[in-house]
């Protein structure tokens, strides 16, 4: 059978020469290795007064867009629903009603969105999946608490306040900034 | 005569106080060693660089739930904490802390007892401590607790042997048991004598030694009476509050006392290499020689931890063989040969 990797060791049960029984040698090499770490630079970020940088696409604490108007983006379609494997997210959908074309941005809209912080998984295959470019992950974190029921998020948690906005650039490719460029598509309009 | 009297008491709290301070210190560089070899960075929130953790540790354990198991035997299993934490209070008695002081023409000796027996008290003494650790494991009724203290017991047993024979080429070499002869023994300097410090000597010894007093004092790579990974506890699996926290402590103590008899049987004690050359005062060099033995003294103890977050346990069966079929067979050779090396240079 072929080695699917080059690490594997053949092991063998070969008697321990004297230096070997001694222990002596291999104590001092393991004290030596244990003093040489005690002038490395430690490791640790002492958190609440320092934050560890976050990498440019950390997925954390969703957000639900509105559009340059302030209308919500999301029209409750139901795709990241299905497409969540953690199956966290649930929605009720409900249509416009006349007078309400600057809260939501088509006829139909999601009345009540909510995503189990617990059972997220933050693969982000919801951000994926969205036709409508409303819901993203952030680069927030989701606070801890101590009940779970504070942990389903509603809409007051997830929809982007109007006055201030969430910046989502970086988690959007080149391939979608490319795309968004082709103003022929319904989408793009 | 009353100066002296009084003096010895001030030295008794002293050592007492110094003892208890070091052992809490020890927990918390314990852990500051550990944290380091690992690229870490310990406890550092209580006090700066956390130098209150002793404290809040102490008082953690203070306000702790006092349990006693109700199928324990309830004196025994009170009688077992402080029975460990007196012997390991009482063996710094006969280590000379330092030379002596001069004040007003009265001597007064930085030591509180000069028995002539020194080694064998300190043995004595610290053989008696398993009794702390049997005694508890044995009164919890708990069978981790009693596996713990079994093998206590039977490590105190298999490593006490050479650890006696490793001191006894020491004795013979020096012709006496008195720590502080043994610690002036190895005083020396250029000025017409040339004595060095017995390690220079005996390494053999020193190696046995040490090797015996990781076992003594129960720390790793031979905690087997505590290992977690297999007894939970070990003997200390049934105690709370202050009760555990006397075992732990008098385990630091443990170190702290074997470090100072490292250091003054094998290190030169409370001498320093050219202390007689410097010409200073002999209250000054005494001062400075206790510093000394101090330093030597820390080192020994950072030497423990070093040890201990660099090695892993042994197995009980390995444990058991290189006590009595390495280190004693050793110990008795390196008897006999510094046994006819001094018959042969003293014919």
């Known amino acids: 059978m072929q080695a699917l990797t080059q690490r594997s060791k053949i092991v063998s049960d070969k008697k321990m020469t004297f230096l070997e029984r001694i222990y002596l040698p291999a104590i001092l090499g393991g004290v030596m290795i244990t003093i040489k770490h005690m002038f490395k630079r430690s490791a640790t970020v002492r958190y609440p007064e320092k934050e560890r940088e976050f990498s440019e696409i950390y997925r954390g604490h969703h957000v639900l867009k509105r559009d340059d108007k302030g209308a919500e983006r999301c029209t409750a379609c139901g795709l990241c629903a ?85 910046d989502v650039s970086k988690r959007q490719t080149k391939e979608v900034l490319e795309f968004k460029k082709l103003k022929q598509l319904t989408h793009n309009k | 005569m009353m100066s002296i009297f009084i003096f010895k008491v001030i030295l008794v709290v002293a050592v007492f106080a110094i003892s208890l301070f070091m052992a809490a210190y020890s927990t918390y560089a314990e852990r500051k060693v550990a944290a380091f ?81 020194g080694i064998l008290y300190v043995f004595g003494v610290v053989s008696i401590g398993v009794y702390g650790i049997m005694i508890g494991g044995w009164a919890s009724n708990n069978k981790f607790s009693l596996l713990g203290a079994i093998r206590a017991s039977a490590q105190m047993i298999s490593y006490e042997i050479a650890m006696g024979f490793s001191i006894i080429t020491l004795v013979m070499m020096t012709g006496t048991l008195s720590l502080k002869e043994i610690s002036v023994f190895q005083s020396g300097g250029i000025d017409g004598h040339w004595n060095f410090w017995n390690v220079v000597y005996q390494p053999f010894s020193f190696l046995i030694f040490i090797i015996c007093a990781f076992a003594e004092c129960n720390r790793a790579p031979f905690d087997l009476p505590e290992c977690e990974t297999e007894l939970v506890g070990g003997y200390h699996t049934e105690f709370s509050s202050m009760k555990l926290g006397l075992y732990l402590f008098a385990e630091y103590i443990n170190m702290f006392i074997s470090s100072a008899i ?86």
Request: glycine share 8%.
């Open chain 1, 82 to 166: 299905v497409s969540c494997p953690a199956e966290a997210i649930t929605m009720v959908a409900a249509e416009r009603n006349k007078g309400e074309e600057n809260l939501y941005r088509e006829e139909k809209y999601a009345a009540t969105y909510e995503i189990n912080m617990l059972r997220c998984i933050f693969c982000g295959l919801c951000e994926e999946a969205c036709p409508k470019e409303a819901i993203f992950l952030t680069d927030r974190i989701v606070v801890t608490d101590y009940g779970r029921d504070s942990f389903i998020y509603g809409k007051d948690k997830l929809v982007e306040p109007v006055d201030a906005r969430i």
């Open chain 2, 37 to 117: 070899m690992q690229d870490r960075i310990g406890p550092d929130r209580a006090g700066p660089f956390g130098l209150l953790q002793p404290l809040a540790d102490g008082l953690k354990l203070f306000m702790k739930e006092e349990i006693i198991p109700s199928v324990s035997n309830k004196f025994l299993f009170v009688l077992g904490p402080c029975l460990f934490m007196i012997t390991a209070l009482m063996t710094g008695v006969v280590i000379p802390w330092g030379d002596s002081l001069t004040f007003g023409g009265v001597e007064y000796k930085l030591q509180i007892t000069d028995i002539n027996i």
């Open chain 2, 262 to 347: 490292i250091s003054t049987l094998f290190f030169g004690g409370y001498n320093f290499p050219f202390m007689h050359d410097l010409g200073l005062d002999a209250n000054i060099i005494t001062i400075l020689g206790t510093i000394a033995l101090f330093t030597k003294i820390i080192f020994f103890i950072f030497f423990f931890m070093w040890i201990r977050w660099t090695i892993p346990r042994f197995r009980y069966d390995q444990l058991m063989n290189l006590g009595w079929k390495g280190l004693l067979p050793l110990s008795i050779l390196n008897l006999v040969i510094t046994g006819a090396v001094i018959l042969y240079f003293n014919k």
